[in-house]
T-cell receptor, first 112, second 111 residues
């Protein structure tokens, strides 16, 4: 079991560039999440997917889009990156029990 | 208004002492409460969950929940330097499977 994997681990973009962050889980979890973490801000929910085929906005969705490609994969896209999107991005999945929560290793994104 | 509040610290305790971490939440309908440990540069790891009033113990960790006071705490007994990390409190409200996180408390255990 790899758990939750994320790619890339690090990325530097210029303002206006686009990119997609990839997330995959091999635990057969229905629910998947994208968070961003900024210093002193804790984790803020960007988008989540309660099940395959559904996505919903979280607390800070502006500037992002998501795709739940299948049960395993949940991607986050930045269409036109801005310096305010410089952050660490974590993907997470939750199983049937809320005690089954796992986070990916994170993607450290810098937008210049 | 932030829905989940934590003292950001830093909190320093000597090795072997009890570390006490606190969290308050604003939504009285909150059902589930979680504590995560996050080492610097790493991802959060779930260490405790609590769903009903009272205490829940797991090894050196005890979670305490008081829904009337909208307060949840984490006690770490016999603190070790390896416990030095940021501890995040998270709350689930209603039926949604979304969690709201506090900003975290940085704990340092001094040898």
């Amino acid at each position: 079991n790899a758990g939750v994997t994320q790619t890339p681990k690090f990325q530097v973009l210029k303002t206006g560039q686009s990119m997609t962050l990839q997330c995959a889980q091999d635990m057969n979890h229905n629910s998947m999440y994208w968070y961003r973490q900024d210093p002193g801000m804790g984790l803020r929910l960007i988008y989540y997917s309660a099940s395959e085929g559904t996505t919903d906005k979280g607390e800070v969705p502006n500037g992002y889009n998501v795709s739940r490609l299948n049960k395993r994969e949940f991607s986050l896209r930045l269409e036109s990156a801005a310096p305010s999107q410089t952050s660490v991005y974590f993907c997470a999945s939750i199983g049937t029990s809320l005690d089954e929560q796992f986070f990916g290793p994170g993607t450290r994104l810098t937008v210049l | 208004q932030k829905e989940v509040e934590q003292n950001s610290g830093p909190l320093s305790v000597p090795e072997g002492a009890i570390a006490s971490l606190n969290c308050t939440y604003s939504d009285r309908g909150s059902q589930s409460f979680f504590w995560y440990r996050q080492y610097s540069g790493k991802s959060p790891e779930l260490i405790m969950s609590i769903y009903s009033n009272g205490d829940k113990e797991d090894g050196r960790f005890t979670a305490q929940l008081n829904k009337a006071s909208q307060y949840v705490s984490l006690l770490i007994r016999d603190s070790q330097p390896s416990d030095s990390a940021t501890y995040l409190c998270a709350v689930r409200s209603g039926s949604a499977r979304q969690l709201t996180f506090g900003s975290g408390t940085q704990l340092t255990v001094l040898p």
